[in-house]
């Protein structure tokens, strides 16, 4: 499982790199490799952060030396980096409400990160190195993110295209205008799709005027 989870980093990283030169289909590379890591966490901790092997999962014997509070801290570390990837993958492709869910993950990455730093100090145990690792990667991922504003990104990924730009930033300061926003939208389509897509989303768009 933890090939599985390098793998799926190595894709998000690259396909991220890949989105920022508009290479297609990028953006549904990094919904499919945070997505699935996000699923792997939130539903795989208890096994990853035990070193449990997927084929062991219905064995009883396999949690007999593992503590109930053991399994309740693997769960808990579990959904709090699945909420961190969440919102990071949010951020990426810039959904709404990216910002507020990986603040929500970097609050409880704090938590969880000072009750686990105690109790490795006081218990030298690869357990919970397991799990600090894999707060301080993702959770200072996140923070990064964080930090950097949307506009920010927006500005360095669209840098050659200073007309998307001006009406993304005037969107941000008028999001109640809908007509900046359609014009946001159009724009986005017109950099981000070829010219026969272009045209058939516009064809799309005077119909749907029509009606």
Same mark, same amino acid.
Request: glycine share 6%; aromatic share 12%.
């Given at each position: ?112 990160? $000072?009750? +686990?730093?105690?109790? =490795?100090?006081?218990?030298?145990? /690869?357990?919970? #190195? !397991? *799990?600090? @690792?894999? %707060? ?28 998307? $730009?001006? +009406?993304?930033?005037? =969107?941000?300061?008028?999001?109640? /205008?809908?007509? #900046? !926003? *359609?014009? @946001?939208? %159009? ?25």
């Amino acid at each position: 499982m933890k090939k599985l989870e390098i793998i799926l980093g190595i894709i998000a990283t690259t396909a991220f790199i890949m989105n920022l030169f508009f290479v297609p289909g990028s953006s549904l590379l990094i919904l499919l490799s945070l997505g699935t890591l996000t699923i792997l966490y939130y539903a795989f901790s208890l096994l990853l952060f035990n070193k449990i092997d997927l084929n062991q999962i219905g064995n009883r014997y396999t949690y007999q030396g593992i503590s109930k509070l053991r399994i309740i801290g693997s769960i808990a570390a579990g959904i709090v980096l699945s909420t961190t990837y969440a919102g990071i993958m949010f951020k990426l492709i810039h959904y709404p409400g990216a910002t507020i869910v990986l603040n929500i993950g970097l609050i409880t990455n704090l938590v969880v990160f $000072i009750v +686990i730093l105690i109790k =490795h100090l006081r218990i030298n145990d /690869n357990y919970y #190195l !397991r *799990i600090l @690792k894999r %707060i301080m990667i993702i959770g200072g991922i996140g923070l990064m993110l964080v930090s950097i504003s949307e506009l920010t990104i927006v500005k360095f990924k669209f840098r050659n295209y200073p007309e998307y $730009i001006n +009406i993304y930033e005037a =969107h941000i300061n008028d999001p109640q /205008n809908e007509e #900046l !926003r *359609i014009k @946001k939208e %159009i724009e986005f389509y017109r950099i981000t799709m070829s010219e026969e897509e272009f045209k058939t989303y516009m064809d799309y768009r005077q119909n749907q005027l029509k009606e």
